[in-house]
């Protein structure tokens, strides 16, 4: 059972001051993180999505968090590899130095990025990416591992070449994909990698993809593995705030939530630019994620889903992680139940006030994370 945390620096203001103050708040809400038992902190990579993502150099952001982390893992959740954006040279220089410097503790997600916003910045068609994620995909820990590299593809060209450094996991840290569609978990697992789930896929929809990831990664060839260190393993999203006022908990991320799926369709579909009701109550923005259901929806990764999550009117049916430190546990359970190894923590969405993300992170670390680990204890002594 891990536990963890993933960022996309999403905000509502732009402001340069309100930019540079929610990075630092950040390392501030990742610094508790490690205090409080959380295992990994995972950051996006995307450009050119205001008010969505604003982490657009996250080798950055995450190499200056391990230089104040001692044990928390550093993970690239995920880097985008189209050549012009990322050169496979240079993702394998910087993901080594950064395992080297961490001591080990780098995660390392690779995928294509996901709207035309962000692969025209860079020259190219969105649809034409995908040959050549997966001819960066399959290079990458070949370079990590050969004493020299020579490369003629289709897409990339390296003359012979000695590339330093080798990473300090040997034979490289673990890696993984960026999943949403069925057809990335196929490719998952079919490749002996990690599934990073980023949908707001709840416990139902997890199984069935954690079904579909098992099947492909027990059976897949020797031939289609991508590096030299299977992986299996499944990560699902999930959205919290975890406060011990639980109305307060559920109006804050239900906003949050909405901001950030109408961001998404924003930059997605073209929608319009999401908004922001300071004044609804929880019950009134699940019954307006509700209602917009089938008539607004985001496209993640060029899957269709729902912006919103059933609402009955009972806290102990509503299908999320807002509320309190037991409704979080309820639904992390449900989560694991489905099959995921991880649990991926979405905390910072647009309008949640970073006050309400520490005592977040703090109630997970002290009411949630020892409850499961209290769990998998017993589990342990009774085998």
Request: aromatic share 8%.
């Amino acid at each position: 059972m891990k536990f963890s945390i993933i960022y996309e620096a999403q905000m509502v203001d732009t402001s340069r001051e309100n930019e540079a103050r929610t990075f630092h708040e950040i390392i501030e809400q990742s610094l508790l993180a490690e205090e409080m038992g959380f295992d990994n902190v995972w950051a996006v990579e995307h450009t050119a999505l205001t008010q969505y993502a604003h982490m657009s150099a996250p080798e950055t952001f995450l190499a200056f968090l391990a230089g104040k982390t001692t044990r928390l893992g550093i993970g690239h959740g995920v880097v985008c590899l189209p050549p012009a954006m990322n050169h496979p040279v240079k993702v394998a220089e910087r993901i080594a130095t950064l395992d080297i410097l961490s001591n080990g503790r780098v995660h390392f997600g690779m995928g294509k990025g996901g709207t035309q916003q962000e692969a025209g910045t860079f020259g190219y068609d969105l649809n034409d990416l995908q040959p050549m994620i997966d001819e960066s995909m399959y290079l990458i820990p070949k370079i990590m591992v050969q004493d020299e590299i020579e490369h003629e593809g289709t897409y990339i060209k390296i003359p012979r070449r000695p590339i330093h450094p080798k990473p300090f996991q040997n034979p490289h840290p673990p890696i993984y994909m960026a999943c949403t569609r069925e057809a990335t978990l196929v490719a998952a697992g079919s490749r002996g990698i990690g599934a990073l789930v980023l949908g707001f896929a709840g416990p139902d929809d997890i199984a069935k993809k954690n079904a579909v990831y098992r099947e492909h990664f027990r059976n897949r060839k020797p031939e289609d593995q991508v590096g030299f260190r299977p992986t299996e393993h499944l990560a699902a999203l999930c959205p919290s705030i975890v406060l011990d006022d639980r109305e307060k908990a559920r109006k804050i991320g239900l906003r949050g939530q909405r901001f950030f799926v109408e961001s998404l369709g924003h930059w997605y579909q073209g929608g319009p630019k999401p908004t922001i009701d300071e004044e609804l109550t929880g019950d009134q923005q699940a019954a307006i994620l509700q209602q917009e259901k089938e008539a607004v929806v985001a496209y993640l990764s060029e899957e269709k889903i729902a912006i919103g999550t059933e609402h009955t009117g009972s806290y102990e049916e509503v299908q999320d992680a807002y509320g309190t430190a037991d409704d979080c546990i309820r639904y992390v359970q449900r989560l694991f139940d489905s099959g995921a190894d991880e649990i991926l923590f979405l905390f910072q969405m647009g309008g949640v006030p970073h006050a309400a993300i520490m005592e977040t992170i703090r109630n997970i670390g002290e009411k949630v994370i020892p409850h499961f680990r209290a769990l998998e204890a017993a589990k342990k002594a009774a085998e």
